[in-house]
């Protein structure tokens, strides 16, 4: 199956990360679902790539609240009748507190950011994908989910939270035709730091070029047999 037949769907397509990977994604051919917090930013990410709105799906939805993943489903199955590849690019960060110092409802609002957006997109969109007998699943995450620095707690139990969700689900996805791959960064240097600074600070920072050639890696046929990665891209 060729690019141009296979369908996206991308959690927080509109955040600096999610344009560039909407972008070539587009340029490769796929049919895109963008989904975000704002409507307006997502509408005018397809009009920013010139992209005519009724090729591509656009719907803005609180991706912890399950009844209004559900409703958007159906109208992904009526409008391309399959799904190919589930991007969850859902960001957010807190840190700077001791545990014995941070607030339970930050916690609560990372695990909602990273555990429960991807628990609710995999259980509304996975039988969409293991309908085709193909399906790429891929979240991007941090290495803090199994080395977490100091001060960076409620950040790092969303993401560990969020990765075991991903290994258990490519553990029962084996011999599916469907996987399921995280990518590790540390962090996502948007305004490519790392190529004009001089001091070292930006090395261990991971540009969303690099990232989007992982992903479209993951998502070929190539990648088919790799399952419960976990593929590190920093430095």
Do not use: C
């Not at 369908?7 to 975000?36: D, K, M, N």
């Not at 977490?148 to 790092?156: C, L, R, S, V």
């Not at 290994?167 to 399921?180: F, H, K, N, Q, R």
């Amino acid at each position: 199956m060729t690019e141009q037949n296979k369908v996206a769907l991308i959690a927080g397509a509109a955040g600096g990360l999610g344009q560039v990977v909407t972008r070539q994604l587009a340029e490769a051919g796929f049919s895109l679902a963008l989904l975000g917090r704002n409507q307006e930013r997502l509408d005018a990410l397809l009009a920013d790539l010139n992209l005519n709105p009724s090729d591509h799906f656009t719907q803005s939805v609180d991706l912890t609240n399950p009844d209004s993943l559900n409703a958007i489903a159906p109208a992904i199955r009526e409008k391309y009748g399959r799904l190919d590849l589930l991007i969850n690019l859902v960001g957010g960060w807190a840190g700077g507190e001791t545990l014995l110092e941070v607030q339970a409802d930050t916690v609560e609002t990372m695990l909602n950011q990273h555990l429960w957006s991807s628990f609710y997109l995999t259980q509304v969109f996975l039988p969409l994908l293991k309908e085709n007998g193909f399906g790429r699943v891929i979240t991007v995450s941090s290495p803090s989910a199994t080395n977490p620095p100091p001060k960076t707690g409620a950040y790092a139990i969303g993401k560990a939270a969020q990765d075991a969700l991903m290994l258990t689900l490519a553990a029962e996805l084996a011999g599916s035709g469907v996987t399921a791959n995280i990518i590790q960064v540390k962090a996502i240097d948007v305004k490519h730091r790392r190529q004009t600074d001089t001091t070292g600070k930006y090395t261990s920072w991971t540009t969303p070029e690099e990232i989007v050639s992982a992903v479209m890696y993951l998502a070929s046929d190539e990648a088919a047999h790799l399952n419960g990665l976990r593929l590190p891209l920093y430095g």
